[in-house]
């Protein structure tokens, strides 16, 4: 087998960079280099106005930002208008008090609540949602909390996803509103609650990711993955598999965190602007 020459493989010996950096093959060093180029121009607050976290953006509450966050993120396929749109008329659903509107939800409310319909999501999934959200916030300390305990119990977030869905469930539901509410187990990539989590853990002072949640590590987080950043990994071959699915969402994380092991899913800003840019 050919050994690697000095042109294959960068070395701390001939390396000024982080030593992490310089254990990087010169391929790796190179993309790693484009994607740190690709945050830096996505990951500002021009990112906000046309992409779904404007919709927590307009809340200082952290229960406020929490909520309609969490709600925004699961109804977040599609694309970004319309996702926003939706997004807005739940939050007029809620009386634009997403947190004061949650914990006092009752049948009294259903109503306002039937407004909403957005693809597959409908009135009665949008109403389930709430029930299940002010018995997390009764009952559970809050969607933070919940997530805490999971990856406390667990020490990884795949698990920690499972955890919550085990919480978030475990009021009497629809099967189809269960769909709704993505499951590692099942090998899903579990897309929006990664992107919800990227929301509330990350916190690098840019202005976008919240990082109001502090006893999660952004080096846990898994990277968001659906078509377009699946395509964009593939195009620049930091992802094999073909299918978007978990094993898809491991292998890729596991390559970005090569690249930045403390903050692996700031990258999601780099192949999310790359494949709305293709």
Same mark, same amino acid.
């Given at each position: 087998m050919k050994s690697k020459t000095k042109s294959d493989l960068t070395t701390t010996s001939d390396c000024r960079l982080p030593t992490?950096?310089? %254990?990087?093959?010169?391929?790796?060093? %190179?993309?790693?280099?484009?994607?740190?180029?690709?945050? @830096?121009?996505?990951?500002?607050?021009?990112?906000?106005?046309?992409? &779904? +976290?404007?919709? &927590?953006? %307009?809340?200082?509450?952290?229960?406020? %930002?929490?909520?309609?966050?969490?709600?925004?993120?699961?109804?977040?396929? /599609?694309?970004? =208008?319309? +996702?926003?749109?939706?997004?807005?008329?739940?939050?007029?659903?809620?009386? /634009? =008090? &997403?947190?004061?509107?949650?914990?006092d939800f009752s049948e009294k409310d259903l109503i306002s609540s039937k407004?909403?319909?957005?693809?597959?999501?409908?009135?009665?999934?949008?109403?389930?949602?709430?029930?299940?959200? =002010?018995? +997390?916030?009764? *009952?559970?300390g809050g969607l933070e909390n919940v997530f805490n305990t999971g990856y406390k119990l667990h020490g990884d977030m795949k698990n920690a996803i499972i955890y919550f869905r085990s919480v978030f469930l475990e009021l009497p539901y629809l099967p189809r509103t269960s769909r709704h509410i *993505?499951? &590692? @187990?099942?090998n899903s990539a579990a897309k929006r609650i990664n992107m919800f989590l990227r929301w509330m853990v990350r916190n690098d002072n840019k202005g976008v990711d919240f990082g109001i949640w502090n006893q999660i590590p952004a080096s846990a987080l898994y990277c968001p993955l659906d078509v377009h950043s699946g395509?964009?990994?593939?195009?620049? /071959?930091?992802?094999?598999? =073909?299918?978007?699915?978990?094993?898809a969402v491991e292998e890729l994380t596991s390559k970005l965190r090569k690249f930045d092991p403390n903050d692996p899913v700031k990258y999601d800003f780099a192949l999310f602007g790359m494949g709305v840019n293709l």
């Open positions: 992490s950096d310089c %254990r990087l093959s010169t391929v790796d060093f %190179r993309l790693k280099t484009l994607l740190d180029e690709k945050v @830096e121009l996505f990951n500002t607050v021009k990112f906000i106005e046309n992409d &779904p +976290i404007s919709i &927590p953006h %307009r809340f200082s509450l952290k229960e406020d %930002r929490e909520m309609s966050g969490f709600l925004t993120a699961i109804i977040a396929w /599609g694309n970004r =208008k319309s +996702i926003i749109t939706s997004a807005n008329k739940m939050v007029e659903a809620m009386d /634009g =008090k &997403p947190f004061d509107f949650v914990k407004k909403f319909v957005h693809r597959t999501c409908n009135a009665f999934d949008f109403e389930y949602f709430l029930y299940s959200l =002010k018995n +997390i916030y009764q *009952s559970h *993505s499951n &590692p @187990e099942q395509n964009v990994s593939r195009n620049l /071959g930091i992802l094999k598999r =073909k299918q978007n699915d978990w094993k």
